[in-house]
């Protein structure tokens, strides 16, 4: 049961953000969260041992995020119930643009490690903010590594978004 709650602390924020970042609400991003973590207790045998749980969560989430947002684009209801792109205002052709960024972003974040995904997640898309303190202390590091590290997980994801 603790290896459990412990791995909800360290995915829980990420998985619920992943919908919302799509602009679901805070009560289909908690679906997608529950159904997403169901998965993964269905399939935990199932998983490599060697396989990246954050990115593996990662792709649940926004196939699930994606599936919701389709079914209720064809079932008419929601906001991209009339998803027409020639039609979008421009408050709505923005939200596509971040919408089609955020995917390009979340693409790049796959692909680098685990820990500068962690780190880049907790400095900068994390809706709590944490400090640098918290950020360290979340992720096992000294204070004073937070900034440096960061460069590095920066341009480590700058290389691989540039590929």
Same mark, same amino acid.
């Given at each position: 049961?603790?290896?459990?709650?412990?791995?909800?602390?360290?995915?829980?924020?990420?998985?619920?953000?992943?919908?919302?970042?799509?602009?679901?609400?805070?009560?289909?991003?908690?679906?997608?969260?529950?159904?997403?973590?169901?998965? /993964?207790?269905?399939?935990?045998?199932?998983?490599? %041992?060697?396989?990246? !749980? #954050?990115? =593996? &969560?990662?792709?649940?989430?926004? @196939?699930?995020?994606?599936?919701?947002?389709?079914?209720?684009?064809?079932?008419?209801?929601?906001?991209?119930?009339?998803?027409?792109?020639?039609? /979008?205002?421009?408050?709505?052709?923005?939200?596509? %643009?971040?919408?089609? !960024? #955020?995917? =390009? &972003?979340?693409?790049?974040?796959? @692909?680098?490690?685990?820990?500068?995904?962690?780190?880049?997640?907790?400095?900068?898309?994390?809706?709590?903010?944490?400090?640098?303190?918290?950020?360290?202390?979340?992720?096992?590091?000294?204070?004073?590594?937070?900034?440096?590290?960061?460069?590095?997980?920066?341009?480590?994801?700058? @290389?691989?978004?540039?590929?």
């Amino acid at each position: 049961m603790e290896a459990w709650r412990l791995l909800l602390q360290k995915y829980e924020r990420m998985v619920f953000s992943i919908p919302r970042r799509y602009g679901l609400s805070a009560d289909d991003a908690a679906d997608v969260t529950q159904v997403t973590f169901t998965i /993964l207790v269905e399939s935990i045998d199932k998983l490599p %041992e060697d396989s990246k !749980l #954050g990115g =593996w &969560l990662t792709t649940v989430a926004r @196939r699930h995020t994606w599936r919701l947002l389709e079914r209720s684009r064809r079932q008419g209801i929601g906001r991209y119930a009339n998803l027409d792109e020639s039609a /979008l205002s421009s408050a709505d052709a923005e939200a596509l %643009e971040r919408w089609e !960024l #955020g995917e =390009w &972003l979340e693409q790049g974040l796959s @692909r680098i490690s685990e820990f500068c995904r962690n780190l880049l997640f907790a400095l900068y898309l994390d809706p709590e903010q944490p400090s640098y303190a918290e950020v360290a202390a979340l992720l096992g590091m000294a204070v004073g590594s937070v900034g440096p590290t960061r460069m590095r997980c920066l341009q480590r994801l700058r @290389r691989v978004m540039d590929e």
